[in-house]
């Protein structure tokens, strides 16, 4: 595999025509998102797919988000039933993944759906990860683009420090609004549903959106982001840390001051946008082991909290 380092293409019209022909000749490219950044490949490609799971490291049992430009494109590969649309309607473009029934015949590489019966599709809201889908007009499957386990990235200089290989090139789109990866649900028979990763999309902007709460989920891995380990920056992570112990790197919050501060006024929205910026710089740092301030459980708090579980174990 080329060792190159991916090259560095502006988020204008020349950089994002330059992405969509990477992308068409089955290359891969690392595109923004209002969540993270995706490395993205066209999911019709077995070829450029496994691409996806080799420059990760991502095990194959894993299955992957494909993005869309639209509940049209969305209904191509999908079985797309009155809650699903009344889903996209309300919340896309944006943050929330629905795991669907896969279409017979869809154009899906197999290795995107990991074997399972289901797809995870989502509409970005970010406008060049938007531009691009309109321009090329397939899917793209797109997990976050660094290696398996590790801190997802939301500005390009942690891509290119995190794959360093098999990349063709990073579309600059800034650093991310959102800062954590997209809420997941899976839709079930008779308008049932299960949140199988919190995010962005609360649990309780989906119980007011679609009038239930959810069911419990299975045992096994139905979507992205349901590992146990995750999100790690390689040292020992000790969460709820009113303070720092000697040789612990502090992430901060509200009132306990860090090294590194999620948000100073106690913001969870602002919160959510740094911490993977604050895991990096304190897998950066030369303290052995990090320490995180308590964070408030409501609202974007739970998925804040879900992701550092996962960091920690």
């Given at each position: 595999?080329?060792?190159?380092?991916?090259?560095?293409?502006?988020?204008?019209?020349?950089?994002?025509?330059?992405?969509?022909?990477?992308?068409?000749?089955?290359?891969?490219?690392?595109?923004?998102?209002?969540?993270?950044?995706?490395?993205?490949?066209?999911?019709d490609s077995e070829q450029a797919v496994a691409?996806?799971?080799?420059?990760?490291?991502r095990p194959s049992f894993n299955p992957?988000?494909?993005?869309?430009?639209?509940?049209?494109?969305?209904?191509?590969?999908?079985?797309?039933?009155e809650q699903a649309?009344?889903?996209?309607?309300?919340?896309?473009?944006g943050p929330l993944t629905l795991v669907l029934p896969l279409k017979p015949g869809a154009a899906i590489a197999?290795?995107?759906?990991?074997?399972?019966?289901?797809?995870?599709?989502?509409?970005p809201a970010h406008p060049v990860a938007r531009a691009v889908l309109s321009q090329l007009d397939l899917p793209l499957a797109a997990p976050s683009a660094n290696r398996s386990?590790?801190?997802?990235?939301?500005?390009?200089?942690?891509?290119?420090?995190?794959?360093?290989?098999?990349?063709?090139?990073?579309?600059?789109?800034?650093?991310?609004?959102?800062?954590?990866?997209?809420?997941?649900?899976?839709?079930?028979?008779?308008?049932?549903?299960?949140?199988l990763r919190e995010g962005p999309v609360t649990r309780e902007q989906l119980v007011a959106a679609i009038g239930s709460t959810p069911v419990e989920a299975g045992k096994?891995?139905?979507s992205p982001g349901q590992m146990v380990r995750h999100y790690s920056p390689g040292k020992p992570v000790r969460l709820d840390a009113p303070s720092a112990a000697p040789g612990e790197f502090l992430i901060g919050y509200g009132a306990v001051a860090g090294d590194c501060t999620l948000s100073e006024s106690g913001d969870l929205a602002q919160a959510a946008a740094r911490l993977y910026a604050c895991l990096h710089a304190a897998a950066d740092a030369p303290e052995q082991r990090i320490a995180i301030a308590?964070?408030?459980?409501?609202?974007?708090?739970?998925?804040?909290?879900?992701?550092?579980?996962?960091?920690?174990a």
């Open positions: 595999m080329d060792s190159t380092a991916p090259k560095i293409l502006p988020g204008n019209k020349g950089g994002i025509a330059e992405a969509v022909a990477l992308l068409r000749a089955h290359q891969l490219v690392a595109l923004p998102t209002e969540t993270v950044y995706g490395l993205a490949a066209r999911a691409q996806i799971f080799r420059a990760k490291g992957l988000i494909v993005h869309v430009s639209s509940p049209a494109m969305a209904e191509r590969i999908a079985e797309v039933d649309k009344s889903l996209m309607a309300q919340l896309w473009p197999p290795a995107v759906s990991a074997g399972l019966p289901t797809i995870a599709l989502r509409m386990t590790a801190i997802s990235p939301t500005a390009p200089v942690h891509v290119a420090t995190s794959l360093d290989s098999g990349v063709a090139a990073i579309l600059d789109g800034g650093i991310c609004e959102r800062g954590l990866e997209s809420t997941i649900i899976a839709l079930r028979d008779g308008e049932a549903w299960s949140l096994g891995i139905e308590p964070i408030p459980h409501e609202g974007i708090g739970a998925a804040i909290n879900d992701r550092l579980k996962r960091a920690a």
